[in-house]
């Protein structure tokens, strides 16, 4: 079954960690996103990356850090200078960043503080 | 004032009921319009998928586009228990942007 899958489902962090969510995905998609969702908000982009090796900033992306060096997976990584991490992490991906194809989403992970 | 505004509601509905959501847009640029299906501690799903205006139509699901207005609505019709979700909107520009711009989301309650 083709699809995103995302890791770890909970995670918790402590003051001063780093903390690194996995996202793959078996669609053969070039694009790939990172959304951070609070309750309240609607989805806000955090980093996108077009193909392997490249990837740009987003709305909010003080605080965390991601790598696309394979086209299946693009970690995210959220750094001890991400202040209020609390929060839904998804990811998606299309098969590229034009608006005309959409966005499929994993099943998210919960970070929390310890 | 939000490039999007969607009423977060809850909503709720008995069964088999005709249920509309709504979500009104600031910028004239945006051309694809998407709903997505959210349940809880799940990522969103895509249910409709539409560019410029009109209506799409998929089984008990239409999606309506007026850019006159800046207004598009999802159409669920015969509501059931397994509906009751978030409906999130989300909207792009034509200019080849990565950028989707969500609605807050509207939770849907469905009553047996």
């Known amino acids: 079954d083709g699809g995103i899958t995302q890791s770890p489902k909970y995670l918790f962090r402590k003051e001063g960690q780093n903390v690194t969510l996995s996202c793959e995905q078996n669609l053969n998609h070039d694009a790939m996103y990172w959304y951070r969702q609070d309750p309240g908000q609607g989805l806000r982009l955090i980093y996108y990356s077009q193909i392997v090796n490249d990837f740009q900033k987003g709305d909010i992306a003080e605080g965390y850090s991601v790598s696309r060096e394979k086209k299946e997976s693009f970690p995210l990584t959220v750094t001890s200078a991400q202040k209020n991490p609390t929060a839904f992490y998804l990811c998606?991906?299309?098969?590229?960043?034009?608006?005309?194809?959409?966005?499929?989403f994993g099943d998210g992970t919960r970070l929390s503080i310890l | 004032q939000k490039e999007v505004e969607q009423d977060p509601g809850p909503l709720s509905v008995p069964e088999g009921a005709i249920v509309s959501l709504n979500c009104t847009y600031s910028n004239s640029a945006f051309q694809y319009f998407m709903w997505y299906r959210q349940y809880s501690r799940k990522g969103p799903e895509l249910l409709m998928y539409t560019y410029s205006s009109g209506n799409k139509e998929d089984g008990r699901f239409t999606a309506q586009v007026d850019k006159s207005s800046k207004y598009i609505s999802l159409f669920i019709r015969d509501s059931q228990p397994s509906d009751s979700a978030t409906y999130l909107c989300?909207?792009?520009?034509?200019?080849?942007?990565?950028?989707?711009?969500f609605g807050t989301g509207t939770r849907l309650k469905v009553l047996a």
């Open positions: 989300a909207m792009s520009a034509i200019s080849g942007t990565y950028k989707y711009i």
């Open positions: 998606a991906s299309s098969p590229w960043t034009g608006s005309n194809q959409p966005q499929h």
